[in-house]
Nanobody, 127 residues
Framework: QVHLVESGGGLVQAGGSLRLSCAAS????????MGWFRQAPGKEREFVSG??????????YYADSLKGRFTISRDNAKNTVYLQMNSLKPEDTAVYYC??????????????????WGQGTQVTVSS
């Protein structure tokens, strides 16, 4: 069992930045690919970014629409994955979730493929 806890959400003006954190506990963190998803009201949960860990290095992946504004990283010593969000827009408003999938390969982009989820953190971007 892996327990995930997100933090760092909040209210920010358009153009601002936020850094989300997701702390994991319970299993060997480095055995898991981690993903960030978001879900806006009335919309499906969508892939934001993912990060794998294999051979002592990480590989990162992003939704095409978010490349250049969001940066994912992980600190295996702290069992934490981060999502740095810059140049935020009102359309980035959503609940952001982190998820874990036990794979050394590319993080899945479909929510159904993840094994564990956090409770989510609200990000609200005002115009």
């Amino acid at each position: 069992q892996v327990h995930l806890v997100e933090s760092g959400g909040g209210l920010v003006q358009a153009g601002g930045s936020l850094r989300l954190s997701c702390a994991a506990s319970g299993r060997t963190f480095s055995n898991y690919a981690m993903g960030w998803f978001r879900q806006a009201p009335g919309k499906e949960r969508e892939f934001v970014s993912g990060i794998s860990w294999s051979g002592g290095r990480s590989s990162t992946y992003y939704a095409d629409s978010l490349k250049g504004r969001f940066t994912i990283s992980r600190d295996n010593a702290k069992n934490t994955v981060y999502l740095q969000m810059n140049s935020l827009k009102p359309e980035d408003t959503a609940v952001y979730y982190c998820a874990a999938d036990q794979t050394f390969g590319r993080p899945p982009t479909r929510p159904s493929e993840y094994d564990y989820w956090g409770q989510g953190t609200q990000v609200t971007v005002s115009s």
